[in-house]
């Protein structure tokens, strides 16, 4: 893959705890304004948990025909309805009546789905023309899958002669088969566990394009992203590996080699709130020194809605898109994240003037 290669945004579409869609969800972020919010779950101890949800009655005004397939389950419900929403906001502008090959950041956790119904048939009902179930594939890594899924997105784009393509995710840890775990390993943000991080929800979803002139304008300017840098971390929460910040320190030198210049306005960060990230966020800044201005920001919004799991990749490119968007000296943002297991992910999200 050449560094001089460049997919474009053609569409961003989310909802999260603190908005429910892009514009909305970037102003929250901005204003600081929190979707944390004491929930009834209880934790190991039976102690309410910590979350950032999306106000229930948001999920009962969505249109939409669910197949519940065998059995009921809440959190897939909320899965696939946050999916529609952000998927249609994506497509919105979309100049295409035909499906659009979709790529699928998924939880790491494949557990608890016998008996529930395929998440990308009930997207093709409720997402026609753009979703087919026929073109769509999933990507099983969780917080660095989004990412993954745009390397994948490059390879496609530039092999086949597709105009658009889609990658995003959606995913909530509103059921005990995602709280548990997380609960017994003192995990979970609670009134004793203050080192723990706030589940989250959300989706997000990017149109991507190859075509400069199909992507999504405004303010004179497009949003570029470059070849994606992705490592794996041998010390990762899941292995016994001694654990020196290898995976994102070599997912930040990929992606910082595919754009030269140093003006990384931001950093916009996956970490949650543990302390394990906040280490492996200084040893990959601290190696990469160079490709930064002195300046350099860090934004980690998982401050304002949670961690959101499989969905957190597409939702972080979109903020870092909307800020640039908006902000005429901000030119580039580096963006990463990264899974529990040993997936890392980075990426430049760039400000270009418009193809005219």
Same mark, same amino acid.
């Given at each position: 893959?050449?560094?001089?290669?460049?997919?474009?945004?053609?569409?961003?579409?989310?909802?999260?705890?603190?908005?429910?869609?892009?514009?909305?969800?970037?102003?929250?972020?901005?204003?600081?304004?929190?979707?944390?919010?004491?929930?009834?779950?209880?934790?190991?101890?039976?102690?309410?948990?910590?979350?950032?949800?999306?106000?229930?009655?948001?999920?009962?005004?969505?249109?939409?025909?669910?197949?519940?397939?065998?059995?009921?389950?809440?959190?897939?419900?909320?899965?696939?309805?946050?999916?529609?929403? #952000?998927?249609?906001? #994506?497509?919105?502008?979309?100049?295409?009546?035909?499906?659009?090959?979709?790529?699928?950041?998924?939880?790491?956790?494949?557990?608890?789905?016998?008996?529930?119904?395929?998440?990308?048939?009930?997207?093709?009902?409720?997402?026609?023309?753009?979703?087919?179930?026929?073109?769509?594939?999933?990507?099983?890594?969780?917080?660095?899958?989004?990412?993954?899924?745009?390397?994948? #997105?490059?390879?496609?784009?530039?092999?086949?002669?597709?105009?658009?393509?889609?990658?995003?995710?959606?995913?909530?840890?509103?059921?005990?088969?995602?709280?548990?775990?997380?609960?017994?390993?003192?995990?979970?943000?609670?009134?004793?566990?203050?080192?723990?991080?706030?589940?989250?929800?959300? @989706?997000?979803?990017?149109?991507?394009?190859?075509?400069?002139?199909?992507?999504?304008?405004?303010?004179?300017?497009?949003?570029?992203?470059?070849?994606?840098?992705?490592?794996?971390?041998?010390?990762?929460?899941?292995?016994?590996?001694?654990?020196?910040?290898?995976?994102?320190?070599?997912?930040?030198?990929?992606?910082?080699?595919?754009?030269?210049?140093?003006?990384?306005?931001?950093?916009? &960060?996956?970490?949650?709130?543990?302390?394990?990230? #906040?280490?492996?966020?200084?040893?990959?800044?601290?190696?990469?020194?160079?490709?930064?201005?002195?300046?350099?920001?860090?934004?980690?919004?998982?401050?304002?809605?949670?961690?959101?799991?499989?969905?957190?990749?597409?939702?972080?490119?979109?903020?870092? @898109?909307?800020?640039?968007?908006?902000?005429?000296? @901000?030119?580039?943002?580096?963006?990463?994240? &990264?899974?529990?297991?040993?997936?890392?992910? @980075?990426?430049?999200?760039?400000?270009?003037?418009?193809?005219?």
């Amino acid at each position: 893959m050449s560094n001089n290669q460049k997919v474009y945004v053609a569409g961003i579409g989310m909802i999260t705890p603190v908005g429910a869609n892009a514009a909305m969800t970037a102003a929250s972020v901005n204003a600081g304004i929190s979707g944390y919010k004491v929930s009834d779950y209880l934790n190991a101890q039976d102690q309410p948990i910590t979350m950032a949800s999306i106000p229930n009655s948001i999920f009962s005004d969505i249109d939409a025909e669910i197949d519940e397939g065998d059995r009921f389950n809440e959190r897939h419900d909320r899965v696939i309805k946050m999916a529609i929403v #952000a998927i249609r906001e #994506a497509c919105a502008q979309s100049t295409t009546n035909q499906p659009i090959p979709l790529v699928l950041a998924m939880p790491e956790e494949q557990d608890d789905i016998d008996g529930l119904s395929p998440l990308t048939e009930n997207l093709e009902q409720n997402c026609k023309p753009w979703v087919s179930a026929t073109y769509s594939r999933s990507i099983y890594n969780g917080r660095a899958a989004g990412i993954e899924a745009i390397d994948f #997105a490059f390879r496609y784009l530039y092999e086949l002669p597709n105009d658009f393509m889609m990658i995003g995710g959606s995913d909530s840890y509103q059921d005990y088969s995602r709280l548990s775990p997380l609960s017994e390993a003192n995990r979970v943000l609670a009134q004793d566990s203050m080192e723990g991080f706030a589940p989250g929800e959300a @989706a997000g979803f990017l149109l991507l394009t190859r075509n400069p002139q199909l992507a999504m304008v405004r303010n004179g300017h497009i949003i570029a992203l470059s070849p994606p840098g992705i490592a794996d971390e041998p010390g990762h929460l899941g292995n016994e590996v001694p654990y020196r910040g290898d995976g994102l320190d070599q997912a930040f030198k990929k992606a910082l080699k595919n754009h030269e210049q140093p003006n990384i306005h931001s950093i916009y &960060s996956s970490m949650n709130g543990e302390n394990h990230w #906040a280490k492996e966020y200084g040893v990959a800044t601290m190696r990469n020194k160079s490709a930064f201005q002195d300046e350099v920001k860090i934004e980690h919004p998982a401050d304002i809605f949670g961690d959101l799991g499989a969905a957190t990749g597409p939702v972080l490119i979109g903020l870092a @898109a909307e800020h640039l968007y908006s902000h005429p000296n @901000a030119k580039a943002h580096l963006v990463y994240s &990264s899974s529990d297991t040993a997936k890392r992910g @980075a990426i430049v999200v760039e400000k270009l003037q418009a193809v005219i």
